[in-house]
């Protein structure tokens, strides 16, 4: 790939020094709202763990994975979303973030694995009217062959990158940002809860991993640089300290690092992690 046309690029619209990047399930939402309706809606809880635990164990790819699990899911489409905007509960700081990201000219996109209709209906719900100037990038839905999506067993999902094994490679779209030319590239930032978030998790320039989870000792192990979040109170605290130029992004991931280390992440450090703190 050459150097990105930053007129190209949405989020570059507004000469933004800074872009705030986040997955949705487990991150901006408390539960998996994929997992919420294969429990509910679909084959259930039990062979939905095992699938969670055969990808991890790379048994099987993500994409093939979920596919799996929504095919499972029979009810309407709509149905589907209302159960979901009924069930599914935001991270109540998330709303304060993107209304400072609004205020401060940082661009908020959504990448995540789950499908945009429900995201969109999801975020609608909790922010409002002011939802819409978020980017949502994840994958679709499509009717089957001969049926509406409103019907009984009348939709499937649609891959972004079908020939991905994550089925939305999420770091496709980073890697258009990061590859501006370094005068107007601006300051990346990643936050997220687990294995969908592999693929972009070096593409960032600093990445907020949730409190006990998987994905901070990837990080730790992969070195890269990486800060521990609770809550979207904890983010949007480090973003504005950045963002004032109180701290650097190099700062936050050393704190990430030691957090790590204190055993304050919520998860067992490594022997085998990397002896120093990630740095770009
Ligand atoms: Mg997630």
């Known amino acids: 790939m050459g150097v990105q046309n930053a007129a190209a690029l949405s989020a570059m619209k507004t000469n933004p020094k800074f872009i705030f990047f986040t997955d949705f399930d487990g ?10 309706m294969t429990d509910n809606l679909g084959y259930g809880r039990e062979r939905r763990r095992q699938l969670n635990i055969d990808c991890l164990e790379d048994k099987i790819n993500f994409r093939d994975s979920f596919r799996d699990m929504m095919e499972s899911v029979k009810n309407p489409y709509n149905e589907c979303i209302q159960t979901l905007v009924d069930n599914i509960k935001l991270d109540p700081y998330f709303a304060g973030f993107f209304q400072w990201a609004l205020a401060n000219n940082i661009p908020v996109v959504v990448l995540s694995s789950g499908m945009e209709p429900v995201i969109k209906a999801l975020l609608h719900a909790l922010v409002g009217p002011d939802a819409d100037k978020m980017e949502v ?3 679709f839905v499509k009717a089957r062959p001969g049926k509406s999506i409103n019907e009984e067993g009348g939709w499937e999902i649609e891959f972004r990158h079908p020939e991905s094994g994550f089925g939305h490679d999420k ?10 030319p370094e005068d107007i590239r601006p300051t990346m930032f990643y936050a997220g809860d687990g294995v969908s978030d592999l693929s972009a998790a070096r593409e960032t320039d600093l990445l907020f991993a949730k409190k006990g989870h998987d994905l901070i000792s990837y990080c730790a192990r992969e070195n890269v640089p990486f800060t521990v979040f609770e809550d979207w109170s904890t983010i949007l605290e480090k ?25 304050a992440a919520g998860v067992k450090p490594e022997n085998g992690a990397a002896a120093k703190p990630a740095a770009k």
């Open 27 to 36: 991150t901006i939402t408390l539960q998996d709202s994929n997992d919420y």
């Open 137 to 139: 990038l994840g994958n």
């Open 171 to 180: 770091s496709v779209c980073l890697r258009e940002y990061s590859s501006l």
């Open 239 to 263: 973003c504005k300290e950045i963002v004032e130029g109180k701290c650097t992004v190099k700062d936050a991931a050393r704190e990430g690092w030691e957090a790590y280390k204190a055993g």
